[in-house]
T-cell receptor, first 114, second 113 residues
Framework: DAGVTQSPTHLIKTRGQQVTLRCSPK?????VSWYQQALGQGPQFIFQ???????QRGNFPDRFSGHQFPNYSSELNVNALLLGDSALYLC?????????????FGSGTRLTVV | AQTVTQSQPEMSVQEAETVTLSCTYD???????LFWYKQPPSRQMILVIR??????QNATENRFSVNFQKAAKSFSLKISDSQLGDAAMYFC??????????FGSGTKLNVKP
């Protein structure tokens, strides 16, 4: 049973560029949430997608956008990259947005902005 | 706004001994969920244990147990019979009724052989 799959695992981008990160949820899960984890910090909530719509959003600028596809997979897009966007980006999936039984996390995409 | 505080950036324990990781949180809500996640060097966050705030009984999962003090807004994790594989970053997390997770800054656990 595949867990949450994220791609790519590592990425290096130049300041000002745009990046797309991808996530496939665990089989049977329909909700995807994205988190940003800066070095030495805990994950911070970016947004959550359910039924192909953004349902919740954290304190992140509009440069961060996302999408969910009919097969429940999701993309995170970041425009006009800043050095401060360098972080580990984690995708988490759950059965419905509640996540009362906890989320299943992927291993993340390490984004480095130079 | 909800905040989660882990006051111990790093802790060490001898193999086979017991260690307790601390976590406090701040919320005005009465119904919520609390979690402990483990993040090894592989980066994947692994659910260790969960606690429903409306349940007074402390959750237990094998060698892992929690001490949930709702009035004090405290949620500590006890690891018994520590093993080398327990070495990792541990994050305390709070989930509110709006389905947002809030994580603490983490505690790095070292296990000495």
């Amino acid at each position: 049973d595949a867990g949450v799959t994220q791609s790519p695992t590592h990425l290096i981008k130049t300041r000002g560029q745009q990046v797309t990160l991808r996530c496939s949820p665990k089989s049977g899960h329909d909700t995807v949430s994205w988190y940003q984890q800066a070095l030495g910090q805990g994950p911070q909530f970016i947004f959550q997608y359910y039924e192909e719509e953004e349902r919740q959003r954290g304190n992140f600028p509009d440069r961060f956008s996302g999408h969910q596809f009919p097969n429940y997979s999701s993309e995170l897009n970041v425009n006009a990259l800043l050095l401060g966007d360098s972080a580990l980006y984690l995708c988490a999936s759950s059965i419905a947005p509640g996540g009362n039984y906890g989320y299943t996390f992927g291993s993340g995409t390490r984004l480095t902005v130079v | 706004a909800q905040t989660v505080t882990q006051s111990q950036p790093e802790m060490s324990v001898q193999e086979a001994e017991t260690v307790t990781l601390s976590c406090t949180y701040d919320t005005s809500e009465s119904d919520y969920y609390l979690f402990w996640y483990k993040q090894p060097p592989s980066r994947q966050m692994i659910l260790v244990i969960r606690q429903e705030a409306y349940k007074q009984q402390n959750a237990t999962e094998n060698r892992f147990s929690v001490n949930f003090q709702k009035a004090a807004k405290s949620f500590s994790l006890k690891i018994s019979d520590s093993q080398l594989g327990d070495a990792a970053m541990y994050f305390c997390a709070f989930k509110n009724n709006f389905n947002k997770f809030y994580f603490g800054s983490g505690t790095k656990l070292n296990v000495k052989p």
